[in-house]
């Protein structure tokens, strides 16, 4: 490399840990004979040495997209671009990834032949957002990269007010506590909204996720304002001469100290001959005893989804988890995708008329009132949607009382065989 390396004294000092650092792939590529990146990664590095110095950032935004998209490109020029000029144009990509992350060898390797060819080479998988995100291309080359990545069958994710990329766990192809098709789900939704996730026009951001348990591996309940979690409604599933297995190997102190005592409602009990029984109306599906016992427990067979609306990193009023709006829905059928979809319809075109500039779905309703919400999106109160209702702040008490005297004569209703609501929306508890 011709020019001189720049100093990296404070940058040093992150590959000292434990982990992997993300410095070190970078001085890889700085210390590579590659006459492109070489230069670019030394500049890159230079710049966020000075940032470390300086305790300041020196990206700034602008206009930079690709034809026929309103978003997905994160622009990022240099403010030092006279110190640092090999990288004074260093714009991310979003890219969608396939439902469930899943690639094969060929699929990645003709990926990373697209970005060597057009970008710096530098791919974070996946970031926060589920994004395949492609850091590092110049504002010319940024169309070039996308075309060869839409030819490969990749699309632009999202970015600003628009719906998000969405993620979805791994699922049912490796995972035995799945409960529904997560990846269907993922892609019913976004093939259905992808004009809002490329033409920016909602209030502000809005983010599906999808878990296929309530493991939640992509913590759909406080990072999406529309959170798709499998479970189960019937009772769970034992093989009770798989718990006897386990019993045998790890003792019975073990199992009553780390199976037993952890269930968070006392729904277990260990027999004495070894025996589990389950409480399953107390169960609140924390997922521990399946997952340590998965050869034993299983989730149940009439299996469906739970939908939180709400959840998200901190902004105006702090963290929050995701409400539970529709506690139990099957996912299985054709109608019950459309039921689906119409319903998520119907929370998108809530937020897009009502949320103000800039505020998460989970702020309109703090600010609006659960009560109002529900209403608006057409779904009858259930007291299985709220654990304390006289102490949630979400809730005004007055509307809560009319809400649930009205719960409470739908339910006699339904016992009457008078009540025409579709079972779907009827919680997992009844
Ligand atoms: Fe208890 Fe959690 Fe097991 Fe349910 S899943 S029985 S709540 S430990």
């Known amino acids: 490399m011709a020019k001189q390396k720049h100093k990296t004294v404070l940058l040093d000092e992150l590959e000292s840990g434990p982990w992997?650092?993300?410095?070190?792939?970078?001085?890889?590529?700085?210390?590579?004979?590659?006459?492109?990146?070489?230069?670019?990664?030394?500049?890159?590095?230079?710049?966020?040495?000075?940032?470390?110095?300086?305790?300041?950032?020196?990206?700034?935004?602008?206009?930079?997209?690709?034809?026929?998209?309103?978003?997905?490109?994160?622009?990022?020029?240099?403010?030092?671009?006279?110190?640092?000029?090999?990288?004074?144009?260093?714009?991310?990509?979003?890219?969608?990834?396939?439902?469930?992350?899943?690639?094969?060898?060929?699929f990645l390797r003709k990926i990373c032949d697209v970005w060597e060819e057009h970008g710096s080479g530098l791919i974070a998988f996946h970031g926060q957002s589920g994004d395949i995100m492609f850091q590092g291309a110049s504002t010319e080359n940024v169309q070039h990269a996308f075309d060869g990545l839409n030819e490969i069958g990749l699309d632009m994710g999202g970015a600003g007010p628009a719906l998000r990329t969405a993620m979805s766990c791994v699922g049912a192809a490796r995972c035995e506590q799945s409960c529904y098709n997560e990846q269907k789900a993922h892609r019913t939704i976004i093939n259905t909204f992808l004009e809002e996730m490329h033409r920016p026009a909602l209030p502000y951001k809005f983010k599906f996720k999808f878990s296929g348990c309530p493991n939640d591996c992509?913590?759909?309940?406080?990072?999406?304002?529309?959170?798709?979690?499998?479970?189960?409604?019937?009772?769970?599933k034992i093989n009770q001469d798989e718990v006897k297995a386990y019993?045998?190997?790890?003792?019975?102190?073990?199992?009553?100290?780390?199976?037993?005592?952890?269930?968070?409602t006392n729904a277990l009990s260990l027999n004495d001959d070894d025996t589990l029984e389950v409480d399953n109306q107390s169960c609140v599906r924390c997922m521990h005893c399946l997952n340590v016992m998965p050869k034993a427990l299983a989730p149940g067979d009439d299996k469906?989804?739970?939908?939180?609306?709400?959840?998200?990193?901190?902004?105006?009023?702090?963290?929050?988890?995701?409400?539970?709006?529709?506690?139990?829905?099957?996912?299985?059928?054709?109608?019950?995708?459309?039921?689906?979809?119409?319903?998520?319809?119907?929370?998108?075109?809530?937020?897009?008329?009502?949320?103000?500039?800039?505020?998460?779905?989970?702020?309109?309703?703090?600010?609006?009132?659960?009560?109002?919400?529900?209403?608006?999106?057409?779904?009858?109160?259930?007291?299985?949607?709220?654990?304390?209702?006289?102490?949630?702040?979400?809730?005004?008490?007055?509307?809560?009382?009319?809400?649930?005297?009205?719960?409470?004569?739908?339910?006699?209703?339904?016992?009457?065989?008078?009540?025409?609501?579709r079972d779907d929306f009827v919680a997992a508890a009844e």
């Open 247 to 264: 019993v045998k190997e790890a003792g019975r102190k073990y199992t009553i100290d780390n199976v037993i005592t952890r269930c968070p």
């Open 20 to 106: 992997p650092s993300f410095v070190s792939g970078l001085k890889r590529l700085r210390d590579s004979d590659d006459k492109k990146y070489a230069p670019m990664m030394n500049d890159l590095l230079g710049q966020l040495e000075h940032s470390y110095e300086t305790t300041r950032g020196f990206w700034k935004g602008g206009t930079v997209g690709v034809r026929g998209y309103g978003g997905g490109v994160i622009p990022r020029f240099s403010e030092v671009a006279e110190e640092y000029p090999e990288s004074k144009e260093f714009h991310t990509l979003r890219v969608m990834p396939p439902a469930g992350m899943h690639y094969t060898t060929d």
């Open 218 to 236: 992509v913590n759909a309940i406080h990072r999406a304002d529309f959170a798709v979690i499998g479970t189960w409604r019937d009772d769970m």
């Open 304 to 421: 469906g989804i739970t939908i939180l609306i709400g959840g998200k990193r901190s902004l105006k009023i702090g963290d929050l988890m995701g409400s539970v709006i529709v506690p139990f829905m099957k996912l299985e059928t054709d109608e019950d995708f459309e039921r689906f979809t119409e319903f998520a319809e119907r929370v998108i075109e809530f937020f897009a008329e009502n949320a103000l500039d800039h505020e998460r779905v989970g702020e309109t309703i703090d600010r609006i009132g659960l009560p109002n919400f529900l209403e608006a999106v057409g779904v009858d109160i259930d007291p299985n949607m709220i654990n304390h209702p006289r102490t949630n702040s979400y809730v005004r008490t007055d509307d809560f009382n009319e809400a649930a005297k009205h719960w409470i004569s739908r339910k006699k209703e339904r016992a009457e065989g008078k009540d025409n609501i």
